[in-house]
């Protein structure tokens, strides 16, 4: 795996354009968190104008959360264009454990163009897997195990030729052949809304200069880091505003002392 201190650096160094297609939400919280890494975010989301502008990002976030008609639209020309210039997509996979409209647009978008990254939590990725899996909300179904999404996230990524990231207690990267366990993060980090997004933005960002598989791994070692440097009990706007000053703070030597990687290897099934 490339050093994680190379990638970060990487990114600084190239400033890219992150065309990020989100949900209004977290759409704040996304564009900030590529900033604090030295990415240019831009929240474009017009048909008419997505594919000028993805056409010259380093990277595409897809994500389906608080889905539209429009942005629907805008995902599949954005989509489309980022294949044809060789622009890595994310596809934050939100609310397809909930939602059938969202995970047959979710698997329509996959047959249609091959993402670098596969992002969901624990219930959106097994979801994606098995088609009669179905969870409720958008938050991750406390009765899966770690074990039972390890299997799912090598499984759908062999499948898809991709890298699936399954973020929870234990956020689980995979291309099907490895798998890292990224052991770092905080309970805080899911009471505030907007942090899943963030991991996929980061996600976006680090595939700027990376690789799918050490995009991912990056992105999730950063972000949990950076919820324990911002541990608080002041409540959760204190939470927040921390999170995002150690994202823009973080150095090295830091991340190299908190982060917990584990990596195996996998046998196919």
Do not use: W
Not at 86 to 110: F, K
Not at 238 to 245: K, Q, R, T
């Amino acid at each position: 795996m490339r050093s994680i201190p190379d990638i970060r650096g990487a990114v600084r160094e190239r400033s890219s354009l992150i065309h990020c297609i989100t949900n209004p939400i977290s759409i704040n919280q996304c564009a900030n968190a590529i900033l604090a890494v030295g990415g240019r975010p831009i929240m474009a989301e017009h048909p008419r104008e997505v594919s000028e502008i993805t056409a010259t990002a380093g990277a595409l976030m897809l994500n389906l959360g608080n889905i539209t008609d429009v942005r629907m639209e805008a995902m599949r020309l954005s989509a489309r264009t980022a294949a044809e210039h060789g622009t890595p997509i994310l596809l934050d996979a939100v609310g397809v454990a909930c939602s059938s409209l969202r995970r047959d647009y979710a698997c329509g978008l996959m047959e249609a163009v091959t993402p670098a990254v596969i992002k969901g939590n624990y219930s959106e990725i097994n979801a994606l897997y098995q088609e009669r899996y179905r969870a409720s909300g958008v938050d991750a179904d406390a009765a899966l195990d770690a074990q039972t999404v390890e299997r799912a996230a090598a499984a759908l990524a062999r499948t898809r030729r991709t890298v699936v990231l399954a973020s929870g207690k234990v956020d689980i990267v995979t291309d099907g052949t490895r798998l890292i366990r990224v052991r770092n993060g905080t309970p805080q980090l899911s009471c505030v809304t907007g942090t899943g997004c963030m991991l996929g933005a980061l996600t976006a960002a680090y595939l700027s200069a990376a690789s799918g598989l050490d995009a991912a791994v990056t992105a999730c070692a950063v972000l949990g880091v950076c919820g324990q440097l911002a541990e608080t009990e002041r409540g959760s706007g204190s939470f927040m505003v921390g999170l995002l000053d150690a994202l823009s703070t973080l150095q090295d030597a830091e991340l190299e002392r908190y982060m917990d990687l584990e990596e195996i290897e996998i046998e196919a099934s």
